[in-house]
């Protein structure tokens, strides 16, 4: 009895290693077979490579603040003081409220530059203390000293149409 066991465990064994040896030939033949696949991204067990993340902002310090409206509010305080400057015909006080740097700019500016101040709109103002744009003509914010505008020449006046009018249905010549 012992010579049966003994042969039972000897043929397991032998259809073990033959089913080993076939699915290592199967498998080496699938390898072979799936080659050209897998080097030209068809198949071959691969899927789908691994998701790339996308790059993060860095949070180590904060957004800047906006500073557009701060802006177009000295715009519009440089613009106010620039038109009653011109129209007292020389520079007035300039506002407390304004920083530093445009309370030592204002008062060294001429008659030209603060016309063209006024005559330009807000954004350009804005741009221009900026520093991101200039206006012609008018010199960047930089302290400035003190000047006295020259009185302006006088005006001649036209007589104005009533004038005008007046003559020439007196029947005299206007000009």
């Known amino acids: 009895m012992p010579a049966d066991i003994r042969g039972g465990h000897t043929m397991r064994a032998l259809i073990s ?5 076939l699915k ?10 799936s080659a050209p696949f897998r080097m030209f991204g068809g198949g071959g067990g691969q899927g789908m490579p691994p998701e790339i993340p996308m790059p993060q ?7 800047p603040r906006d ?4 802006y177009d509010e000295i715009a ?3 613009m106010t003081w620039a038109a009653d400057s011109i129209i007292a015909d020389e520079p007035v006080p300039v ?10 700019w204002l008062p060294g500016l001429s008659r030209d530059e603060c016309d063209k101040l006024m ?3 807000k954004m350009a103002v804005s741009a221009h203390v900026r520093g991101l744009f ?42």
Do not use: N, Q
């Open 57 to 63: 902002p860095y949070v180590d310090k904060p957004a």
């Open 134 to 175: 200039a206006i012609p003509g008018v010199r960047k914010v930089m302290p400035l000293r003190a000047v006295v505008w020259p009185p302006e020449a006088p005006i001649e006046e036209s007589p104005g149409f009533a004038a005008i009018a007046k003559l020439e249905r007196d029947g005299r010549p206007a000009a």
């Open 119 to 121: 005559e330009a709109d």
């Open 67 to 70: 500073m557009t409206a701060v």
């Open 17 to 21: 290693a033959i089913i080993s040896a």
């Open 24 to 33: 290592s030939a199967f498998a080496c033949g699938l390898a072979v077979l």
């Open 95 to 104: 506002p407390p409220k304004l920083p530093r740097e445009f309370r030592e």
């Open 76 to 78: 519009r305080i440089l």
